[in-house]
């Protein structure tokens, strides 16, 4: 039977069920009083890479906390909505969000190693801290096979105990990558993450995104159109209103919005006359 | 054209005359310093030999002898006082730098600064009577309990600083891959907040180390090994104070010894502050 999964008129239709991954419903969400992003539904479909995009102060990155559930860490910071993870709805008051973050990883802005932990601490922490293994082997396997995944085990293989910070900034941003597939998530949210890095690493992560939608369902912020428009399988266009609170204006497969946009806003946008 | 030539002259005539008195004040506390250390080091070099640092004091009039139980003692109560202050102190800097708001939070760093503004002599008074009167006898106990409220305030406001120093994104970091917040507090946060944190309490031990104030009437002081801290104990600045108020002059030399040695003991505890800083000021 087809089924149609559409929270909202922006969802992008996905003919079965089981090809969402990652369901947002109305996601709202607030820092104190401050409403920042409003009614946010989005439906992400498995191993594809969906963008999020839109200018500074959209709420894109708010919206991308919500999914893992790092949005509420933050002091008064606090989500209403529902996010189905394969069904279940991850903001249920039985679910556990520690264990909900190790299902869906997350690489931030800033690479951010750990910076008293060696490059292999590093990678095997996740597994290390929350119990998942800590046979010595078993880690040492873990890690080589996520740094293979994150494309960093040649660069490093021979300086495994050096300290992580130093490696350049692109290593760092794949030794983080590599350090939340060691987890073995299912989801990867992924926070601009070549904003702070230069066009050849920019260019190693993006061709590493590609290969990682195979396994897993990645959803990348970025404020780079033309990031948008090489990786993303699916993109979201997402803007402020005049209080500054942002909401999803288009949802549709990446080609689509690029080439005919149904909403002027969304247009404008990406002809480059805002933003 | 003359009235702004001398503008630019009294100007430069005004600026050298500030280069000159910050010289001369900066000058006048660096020799300041160098001169204290320098009469220490004339008046207390005679004293020091292997006999010094490690035997008993002598009775008067019997020349000799050493304040090897007054180090010793030294080292004890300051051990002791390190193991009361450094959990206190780095757990309610962690709590002010990450989960403290509001008033709470003001609250306890408002009393942590009027602490550390307590005379020493104060919190003496205050251990006397909660662990020296109860228990009838003098106790090297009741000395750590006392420096270890001295220590409290800069152990609580350098660990505030320096876990607040670690970036969001660390702590960030170890929550998104699923590690509880007290993971990532224990196995990511503090251990990077650790050398700050370090040279705080290295810098907080220079500070009491000297102390003398307090030792008066916890410690009390003894002629004898006392290595039990339950008893009457001796401690170094103590005992330079004790000799350098007697009426003899082998103990006047021996108290310039001692605070020699105290000397020492706070340059290599500073030392060892900056050891800890390695290679931090070059990043960021």
Redesign the interface.
């Given at each position: 039977m087809q089924t149609t999964v559409v929270a909202a008129e922006n969802s992008v239709p996905v003919e079965d069920e089981a090809d969402v991954a990652l369901c947002a419903r109305s996601i709202s969400a607030w820092y104190g009083t401050k409403l920042a992003i409003r009614d946010v539904s989005l439906d992400f479909r498995r191993h594809s890479i969906s963008a999020l995009m839109g200018p500074s102060g959209c709420g894109k990155t708010t919206f991308l906390r919500c999914l893992n559930r790092i949005h509420e860490s933050a002091l008064g910071a606090s989500t209403t909505g529902e996010v189905l993870l394969d069904g279940t709805n991850i903001y249920d008051p039985g679910v556990n969000p520690v264990v909900t973050r190790r299902r869906i990883g997350m690489v931030f802005q800033r690479p951010n190693p750990f910076p008293t932990m060696s490059i292999f601490e590093n990678v095997v922490s996740g597994p290390r801290y929350t119990g998942l293994s800590r046979n010595p082997r078993e880690l040492k396997d873990l890690a080589e096979e996520a740094l293979r995944q994150a494309a960093l085990f040649d660069e490093v293989k021979d300086k495994l105990d050096d300290p992580a910070l130093s490696l350049s900034g692109g290593q760092q941003q794949r030794l983080c990558i590599a350090r939340a597939l060691a987890v073995q998530p299912e989801v990867l949210l992924m926070d601009e993450p070549t904003s702070a890095l230069d066009p050849l690493s920019t260019l190693k992560i993006e061709e590493l995104m590609e290969q990682l939608a195979t396994n897993y369902t990645v959803v990348i912020v970025t404020h780079n159109l033309q990031q948008a428009a090489r990786v993303s399988n699916f993109a979201a266009f997402m803007l402020g209103d005049a209080d500054r609170v942002g909401s999803v204006i288009e949802y549709a497969p990446t080609q689509q919005i690029f080439t005919h946009p149904n909403d002027r806003r969304t247009e404008d946008y990406i002809t480059g006359r805002f933003g | 054209m003359i009235a702004g030539s001398r503008l630019a002259a009294s100007r430069r005539v005004s600026g050298i005359a500030g280069v000159v008195l910050t010289g001369f004040c900066s000058a006048l506390a660096a020799g300041l310093l160098i001169v204290i250390l320098g009469y220490v080091v004339v008046q207390g070099w005679s004293a020091i030999n292997p006999a010094f640092v490690t035997q008993l004091p002598h009775p008067v009039g019997v020349s000799g002898g050493g304040v090897a139980n007054g180090i010793v003692g030294t080292l004890i109560i300051v051990a002791l006082a390190t193991l009361m202050a450094v959990p206190v102190g780095v757990l309610t800097g962690l709590y002010l730098a990450i989960y403290g708001?509001g008033l709470p939070a003001e609250c306890v760093r408002f009393l942590a600064e009027v602490l550390s503004g307590v005379p020493s002599i104060a919190i003496g008074l205050f251990a006397y009577t909660i662990l020296v009167q109860p228990f009838r006898h003098f106790s090297g106990l009741s000395a750590a309990f006392a420096f270890a409220v001295l220590m409290l305030p800069l152990m609580i406001r350098t660990s505030e600083e320096a876990i607040r120093g670690v970036?969001t994104?660390?702590r960030?970091?170890?929550?998104?891959?699923?590690?509880?917040?007290y993971?990532g507090v224990i196995?990511?946060v503090l251990?990077?907040a650790?050398p700050l944190i370090v040279t705080g309490l290295l810098l907080a031990i220079a500070r009491v180390t000297g102390e003398t104030a307090p030792l008066l009437f916890t410690a009390f002081g003894s002629q004898f090994w006392e290595v039990n801290p339950g008893n009457p104990m001796a401690a170094l600045a103590m005992q330079i104070f004790t000799y350098a108020i007697s009426p003899y002059d082998d103990w006047h030399r021996q108290a310039w010894g001692g605070a020699l040695l105290l000397i020492l003991a706070v340059l290599v505890l500073n030392i060892g502050a900056r050891w800890a800083l390695r290679g931090r000021t070059k990043r960021s």
């Open positions: - | 708001r970036p994104a660390i960030e970091g170890a929550l998104a891959l699923g590690l509880p917040d993971g196995h990511v251990p990077a650790r």
